[in-house]
């Protein structure tokens, strides 16, 4: 049977394929996805990968879509099931296989959809996710032939190989959970039975409608109930997840939120005694203040792009213990295997709570208080945007500001810094600020402000209305 297929454009993003099902993402992309992934890993010498998927109401039809175009590609797909991504990750790196594809629509509304991919042990995005699409509208894959697929079900040495770090002793912690009806709900419940303290768990029941609130736990708004509860129970600590585990938000047992790299400081500290001077790496969008305690912790930060491939990648590359994003994207490699992982970041969280002689709350009221704006994301067109951040560098370097633009440009002045750079998967500009007082944040967005203006753009809403992910 000929194959030629051609996938919205919209669809083939950065770091994932993520689309509207019935819209922009389809049962047939699936199969495509499948029938072209399945022809790489074949020409690179594979023959075995692993699929799992999300609650999502559509998963179960675009999982088996997907697994008949790669068995059409003569590939033997291990079915993990349901569950989170991360456990994917690991099914594919435990059982050594040649490629990985879960189904998830991570943290985005009910009716979205898409794909995130390993090739071998490393992430595969970007420039390969562009080539699928080349392959698929030239018809570009392996001769079609029969796979195989069989289910298997690594739930529980998920989880025995999850509590094999734990390493805060019997100490009882009072946690509350917020599965918020995502993926990891079963593996959740299953985890809990064995993990020291006691444990309630809201919004447990996998539901791909997110009856609750929206899957995103960086949001404030959607960490509202997980707050009420932590405070209502005295609890030490509340951890939330996004709809396929592979990003966690934070509570303290006073109900404020840890931003993503406020937890990095916690969790990087610790690192850092068992790895003294290892170098740990966080995205352009990470607060100063993470670098700084990262440097005063006796480690060496390291400033890098955003995206979770990217950051990946960057980490196996320099082999760094440690890594994460303002996302919620945190990736251990010192006893873990490199990706993110919000469940074992818990685990991992909860056994330094339980060796702390202070509380949480403490710890981060501690830290050096900054004032900062959300990440704020404005409209731009997507060829557009790229230009515009060229444009600001070229006179930033020209009035040789302080500048890093590993991704965008940071700009670093004595009042704190700001950034802008271009999203890599939506036609938007991202922006950010932060310094010590509100004076200082006052200069710093002006002199963002003044930078779109010379560049035809009108200020963003500071507000944080349009912020999200």
């Not at 392996?142 to 100490?171: F, K, N, S």
Request: proline share 4%; charged share 25%.
């Amino acid at each position: 049977m000929d194959f030629k297929h051609s996938f919205d454009p919209t669809s083939l993003r950065e770091y994932d394929i993520r689309g509207v099902v019935g819209r922009t993402l389809h049962p047939a992309d699936a199969f495509a996805i499948g029938r072209c992934f399945g022809s790489v890993v074949a020409r690179a010498g594979g023959r075995m990968v692993a699929v799992g998927y999300d609650g999502r109401l559509s998963s179960p039809e675009l999982a088996a879509a997907l697994v008949d175009g790669l068995k059409a590609s003569g590939m033997e797909v291990l079915r993990v099931g349901r569950g989170p991504t991360p456990m994917l990750y690991f099914a594919a790196t435990t059982l050594n296989t040649d490629g990985a594809v879960m189904v998830t629509g991570s943290h985005n509304p009910p009716d979205y959809n898409g794909f995130k991919m390993m090739l071998g042990k490393r992430a595969y995005f970007g420039a390969d996710i562009q080539t699928l699409g080349r392959m698929a509208a030239a018809g570009d894959v392996v001769e079609e032939t029969t796979g195989t697929d069989r289910a298997v079900d690594v739930a529980d040495d998920y989880v025995a190989r999850l509590m094999q770090d734990w390493d805060g002793g019997d100490r009882q912690l009072r946690v509350v959970w917020d599965n918020a009806n995502g993926a990891a709900g079963e593996v959740l419940t299953r985890l809990l039975k064995v993990l020291p303290g006691r444990h309630t768990v809201l919004n447990a029941e996998i539901d791909g409608r997110f009856p609750a609130h929206h899957p995103d736990p960086t949001i404030a708004r959607n960490q509202e109930q997980l707050m009420a509860a932590v405070r209502e129970q005295g609890a030490d600590l509340g951890i939330g997840f996004d709809g396929d585990a592979d990003r966690i938000g934070v509570v303290d047992g006073g109900g404020g939120m840890l931003i993503g790299d406020q937890l990095m400081v916690v969790l990087a500290r610790d690192v850092l005694r068992t790895h003294p001077g290892a170098t740990i790496i966080a995205d352009v969008k990470a607060s100063q203040v993470l670098y700084d305690e990262i440097a005063r912790a006796g480690g060496q930060p390291l400033m890098f792009k955003t995206g979770h491939s990217l950051i990946k990648a960057k980490m196996a590359e320099i082999s760094a213990p440690f890594a994460g994003e303002m996302s919620g994207h945190i990736f251990y490699a010192d006893r873990w295997y490199g990706f993110d992982d919000a469940l074992y970041v818990a685990v991992r969280l909860l056994g330094i709570v339980a060796r702390m002689d202070s509380t949480l709350e403490s710890v981060r009221l501690a830290l050096p208080q900054v004032v900062n704006t959300p990440e704020l994301r404005f409209d731009c067109d997507d060829t557009r945007k790229f230009e515009v951040v060229q444009e600001v560098a070229a006179r930033l370097r020209a009035a040789h500001a302080d500048l890093n633009d590993i991704d965008g440009v940071r700009v670093l002045t004595p009042d704190g810094w700001w950034l802008l750079r271009a999203s890599n998967t939506q036609a938007v500009l991202v922006a950010r600020a932060e310094a010590r007082d509100d004076a200082g944040l006052e200069r710093l967005k002006a002199a963002l402000v003044e930078q779109l203006l010379a560049s035809g753009l009108t200020a963003p809403d500071f507000s944080g209305d349009n912020a999200g992910h």
